[in-house]
């Protein structure tokens, strides 16, 4: 559903009432979703009816705040005074996200409506928002939870504001700029690539630099949504209108590509001015395909991802998990007939459960959470991708998602394949696969015909935790599954996996090959699969012993070669660290952003497509579209001369901060810090 920015900027009241949902709880004055009631959509809702104004509404919205209000903790001394139950029915504060996602809709309401409201009612929703933001600044949440970060942004800042509170406000700016520099300094937002989150974020960037009194806090929110704009528009596929993957937070149904296409709200936003103008240009150009995308989010964690798109797919992954809703891999292609994509994506299982569902009935989305148990790390060049993985372990927290039970019958890495009815063909080898489940051989390659393309799967080495841990082709719940298990079997406690235990003697291994191909390219699946077996695989660990010292490492040694194309890395068994990754081109580092038409570095020099960006050492990207003489350029640092030099001549600024530049057809727009001037 697209946020609701568009009635929010009418200033005056509309002449017929606002249309109640039909969900609706005139009884309780709150959205019914099922037998719950939350408060987030009831907070929503009273924005809605405030912004259209009529005597109805207010009277509708008084009586939809007071619901709001009644779930919010405001007992002195408790532990998250402030927060609000996520929904009106639980017994206490599950979510500590509450208080962001509630005041992200009263304090934009109030600083644009609040004087619609009778008095007293005034100051009940003013007290709410007090102790509200006292529990924002009390969590004060870390700048890698993106999209709760921003919102936390959004609340101190404003909220200081309609306070008259300088002292939150300022807490607010130094949250933003310390949001925006972490960003910056990396690439591309933590949570990047998530078709639910980004929404979320960027309608916080959007309040923010829309209603912020603070110029400096406006900049900064309109160059991170112009940053997040961009990043988004090279990402959706021309093919399929959709993001492409991988997702670091992404839930069931947009994994499966049945929520709104990412153009669709991108089109919006554009049009509504919620994000610049030319980013929706971005979807339009005649990008040159195929053409490979690499980003970063945490230099300091590994963390980044790679895209490949083609006219036909797109291959994405990513370097490491973010958290346990992470798809790591993930392939996207069309489906003729349908405006749902193929999707095949990446998942460690854990007790033979496909997708695990919401821990409890009060988690916020009705969506299935679509957990990951496992860790992993890719690499990738283009069409292939090397990709191993292990479960997470509770004795000793190694990865940034929360852990995984270890107590199992069964443990396995999959790859799944969204619809069964798109799947045309699966081969093991020379075998058709014409009856499922099916077993499949160690080292034979798998080949998967869909829509347009091949997909082939190299299983590598796999740690067997019981006896005769299978692979296997499944099907369930419409959609299809190449299995790769860890285990099978009865249920057990596997303590020789905890890091501190006696019997530790590093993670277990599981780890493929994935290649994609236009079914064009090949005469056949099985032409395919053989050339994928050709390959030079060297798959080598050192050898087992138990753990007895804390520097002791283990290393992994896995490298796929053919056709004079590398890819490989090298991970420790031990601590489950990344040690190298390479192609056949040298060790890979962690780029900002480098595409074929946009990049971002911090040298001070930054080349896209003909343009030249050149400014003083700090983060700064270059967007080119020669075609339609639009260039634009994102500078974040310290005032200085930035010089664009372009096909048509130049563009000097001197004392430019951070913000941004467009130069369209000779036009120049300048929205930056300092005290910018444009030298002609």
């Known amino acids: 559903m697209l946020l609701v920015w568009v009635c929010l900027t009418l200033s005056a009241a509309a002449a017929e009432p606002f249309q109640l949902p039909d969900n609706f709880d005139p009884a309780i004055s709150m959205l019914r979703d099922g037998d719950r009631h939350s408060s987030r959509e009831a907070a929503e809702l009273a924005e809605k009816l405030l912004a259209n104004g009529t005597p109805q509404d207010i009277e509708t919205a008084v009586k939809v705040l007071d619901a709001v209000i009644a779930c919010q903790e405001q007992r002195e001394g408790a532990r998250h005074q402030g927060n609000?139950?996520?929904?009106?029915?639980?017994?206490?504060?599950?979510?500590?996200?509450g208080v962001e996602f509630v005041l992200r809709h009263l304090i934009p309401m109030m600083i644009r409506h609040g004087d619609r409201l009778p008095e007293d009612v005034r100051a009940r929703v003013l007290r709410c928002i007090r102790l509200g933001v006292d529990e924002v600044?009390?969590?004060?949440?870390?700048?890698?939870?993106t999209n709760i970060a921003t919102m936390d942004c959004l609340n101190s800042c404003l909220g200081g504001e309609l306070l008259n509170d300088p002292a939150v406000a300022q807490r607010g700016y130094a949250k933003l700029k310390e949001l925006a520099d972490f960003t910056a300094a990396n690439g591309t937002v933590y949570e990047f690539y998530s078709p639910g989150y980004t929404q979320v974020t960027v309608d916080a960037l959007h309040r923010l630099s829309s209603l912020a009194r603070d110029r400096d806090t406006a900049v900064r929110a309109r160059e991170?949504?112009?940053?997040?704009?961009?990043t988004t528009a090279l990402h959706i596929s021309p093919s399929t209108g959709r993001l492409t993957g991988p997702f670091s937070r992404a839930y069931f149904d947009e994994v499966m590509g049945e929520s709104e296409s990412e153009s669709e709200y991108l089109r919006a936003w554009a049009a509504e001015g919620v994000v610049p103008e030319w980013s929706a240009l971005v979807l339009d150009r005649a990008m040159p395909l195929p053409t490979q995308i690499e980003e970063t989010s945490a230099r300091g964690w590994n963390m980044s991802a790679t895209t490949y798109l083609t006219k036909d797919f797109s291959l994405g992954t990513a370097s490491r998990e973010v958290s346990n809703q992470t798809s790591g891999l993930v392939v996207r292609y069309p489906v003729a007939g349908s405006k749902q994509p193929g999707t095949v994506f990446s998942r460690y299982l854990v007790n033979d459960t496909w997708f695990?569902?919401?821990?409890?009935p009060e988690e916020r989305s009705s969506f299935l959470s679509l957990r990951d148990m496992g860790k992993h790390y890719a690499v990738q060049a283009g069409a292939r991708a090397l990709y191993v993985c292990s479960p997470r372990q509770t004795a000793y927290v190694d990865s940034f998602a929360p852990c995984t039970r270890d107590y199992w019958h069964s443990a396995k890495a999959a790859l799944i394949w969204s619809r069964r009815d798109t799947v045309d063909a699966i081969w093991a080898g020379e075998r058709l696969l014409d009856s499922l489940p099916a077993e499949v051989r160690p080292g034979e390659v798998v080949v998967v015909e869909s829509g347009p393309v091949y997909v082939g799967i190299l299983p590598l080495s796999r740690t067997d935790l019981g006896y005769g841990a299978p692979l296997r082709v499944a099907e369930a719940q419409g959609m299809l599954a190449f299995e790769m298990y860890n285990y099978l079997g009865g249920p057990k406690v596997h303590n020789d996996l905890e890091r501190m235990?006696?019997?530790?003697?590093?993670?277990?291994?599981n780890a493929f090959y994935v290649e994609v191909a236009e079914r064009t390219a090949y005469p056949d699946a099985q032409a395919f699969g053989r050339s994928i077996a050709a390959g030079a695989v060297k798959d080598e660990a050192a050898?087992?012993?138990?753990?007895?010292?804390?520097d002791a490492d283990r290393p992994w040694f896995i490298e796929y070669q053919r056709d004079g194309q590398t890819i490989g890395f090298e991970v420790d068994l031990i601590d489950w660290t990344l040690t190298r990754r390479w192609t056949e081109k040298g060790d890979l580092g962690f780029p900002m952003l480098e595409s074929a038409v946009a990049r971002q570095n911090d040298t001070g020099h930054v080349e896209a497509d003909g343009a030249v960006l050149e400014c003083l050492p700090a983060p700064a990207w270059l967007y080119a579209d020669p075609q339609r003489d639009l260039y634009v350029a994102g500078y974040h640092g310290e005032p200085g001369t930035l010089t664009l030099t372009l096909p048509k001549g130049r563009v000097t600024i001197e004392n430019m901060g951070t913000g941004t530049v467009v130069y369209e057809a000779g036009k120049v727009t300048i929205d930056a810090l300092g005290n910018p001037v444009l030298k002609q």
């Open 84 to 97: 609000f139950l996520w929904n009106r029915e639980d017994e206490a504060i599950r979510d500590l996200n």
């Open 356 to 360: 695990e569902p919401s821990d409890a």
């Open 543 to 550: 050898p087992e012993f138990t753990v007895y010292n804390e």
């Open 224 to 230: 991170m949504l112009a940053r997040l704009a961009l």
């Open 137 to 145: 600044l009390r969590m004060d949440v870390a700048v890698t939870y």
């Open 501 to 509: 235990s006696r019997f530790y003697r590093g993670q277990p291994q």
